[in-house]
């Protein structure tokens, strides 16, 4: 199976197109649901919006917690089974996060994230290098913007003495922006230096004047609205990079 960048048979024979979608709770579709102070998975989130809009079977593979390195694993064996023309790639909130418990309990120790800075540009960086190896297309999907006021309340409980701790080790509750968009910055990196297609639903967030009303309370879980304006997103960049993926119709209407 050719991969698609190259005219390869998906884009005019009769060869049946398969996606798969591998990231974490973001493309799982997992919202916090206020009403029910419980985290659950939204039926209307954007990879569930995508399928009727695309030629195709789409496989979602994200998984709530989901590192690239914990993604990636399971990635290769799906790989093997499903045989996808197109991999989506969305990891970096939870490769970025920190264990903010820890934190709070010593904030003089030495901390660091989930997945280290580096690791994760050589590792995606091998992802890439790995799905053209078996003739796949792999596409890139950038970090939606955080909330960091309402993220800092949320990983430290609202708690004033864990507030305090944490603080203590951040210095400013916006470095955690700061940091999340060093990630963001990775992504953009490899795009370029891999020369590999790469969704940007981070500027399409910030595009509208307050983009925190389409997160969940949680400050990085996009919301219901945040989910329509990802697959928005999605279904523009294809119609300007793989228009014969997209169902008839939908290559002159954005949906």
Same mark, same amino acid.
């Given at each position: 199976?050719?991969?698609?960048?190259?005219?390869?048979?998906?884009?005019?024979?009769?060869?049946?197109?398969?996606?798969?979608?591998?990231?974490?709770?973001?493309?799982?579709?997992?919202?916090? %649901?206020?009403?029910?102070?419980?985290?659950? #998975? *939204?039926?209307?989130?954007?990879?569930?919006?995508?399928?009727?809009? +695309?030629?195709?079977?789409?496989?979602?593979?994200?998984?709530?917690?989901? &590192? *690239?390195?914990?993604?990636?694993? /399971?990635?290769?064996?799906?790989?093997?089974? %499903?045989?996808?023309?197109?991999? +989506?790639?969305?990891?970096?909130?939870?490769?970025?996060?920190?264990?903010?418990?820890?934190?709070?309990?010593? !904030?003089?120790?030495?901390? @660091? =994230?989930?997945?280290?800075?580096?690791?994760?540009?050589?590792?995606? &960086?091998?992802?890439?290098?790995?799905?053209?190896?078996?003739?796949?297309? !792999?596409? *890139?999907?950038?970090?939606? =913007? *955080?909330?960091? %006021?309402?993220?800092?309340?949320?990983? /430290?409980?609202?708690?004033?003495?864990?507030?305090?701790? #944490?603080?203590?080790? +951040?210095?400013?509750? &916006?470095? #955690?922006?700061?940091?999340?968009?060093?990630?963001? /910055?990775?992504?953009?990196?490899?795009?370029?230096?891999?020369?590999?297609?790469?969704? %940007?639903?981070?500027?399409?967030?910030?595009? @509208?004047?307050?983009?925190?009303?389409?997160?969940?309370?949680?400050?990085? @879980? !996009?919301?219901?609205?945040? @989910?329509?304006?990802?697959?928005?997103?999605?279904?523009?960049?294809?119609?300007?990079?793989?228009?014969?993926?997209?169902?008839?119709?939908?290559?002159? &209407? +954005?949906?």
């Amino acid at each position: 199976m050719r991969e698609i960048d190259n005219g390869g048979p998906a884009a005019n024979s009769g060869e049946e197109l398969k996606y798969i979608v591998s990231g974490d709770s973001i493309s799982k579709g997992v919202v916090y %649901d206020e009403d029910r102070s419980k985290y659950v #998975i *939204l039926e209307e989130n954007y990879v569930s919006l995508l399928q009727d809009k +695309l030629k195709g079977a789409v496989r979602n593979t994200a998984r709530f917690g989901n &590192t *690239l390195m914990r993604g990636i694993n /399971s990635l290769k064996k799906d790989i093997s089974k %499903d045989k996808p023309n197109i991999v +989506l790639i969305e990891y970096g909130g939870n490769d970025c996060d920190f264990n903010w418990q820890e934190i709070a309990a010593n !904030p003089e120790a030495e901390h @660091h =994230p989930k997945t280290d800075f580096n690791l994760f540009e050589r590792m995606l &960086t091998e992802t890439i290098e790995y799905l053209r190896g078996q003739q796949i297309t !792999p596409i *890139l999907m950038n970090l939606p =913007p *955080l909330n960091a %006021d309402n993220y800092f309340k949320w990983v /430290s409980g609202s708690n004033p003495a864990a507030e305090s701790n #944490i603080m203590k080790w +951040l210095g400013s509750v &916006t470095k #955690i922006y700061w940091w999340q968009e060093r990630y963001n /910055s990775t992504i953009l990196k490899v795009s370029e230096l891999t020369k590999t297609k790469m969704i %940007d639903v981070r500027s399409a967030f910030l595009a @509208h004047p307050d983009f925190t009303q389409f997160l969940c309370v949680d400050g990085i @879980h !996009p919301n219901k609205d945040g @989910h329509r304006i990802i697959c928005e997103k999605v279904v523009e960049f294809l119609k300007t990079n793989y228009g014969h993926l997209l169902q008839p119709g939908m290559k002159e &209407t +954005l949906g």
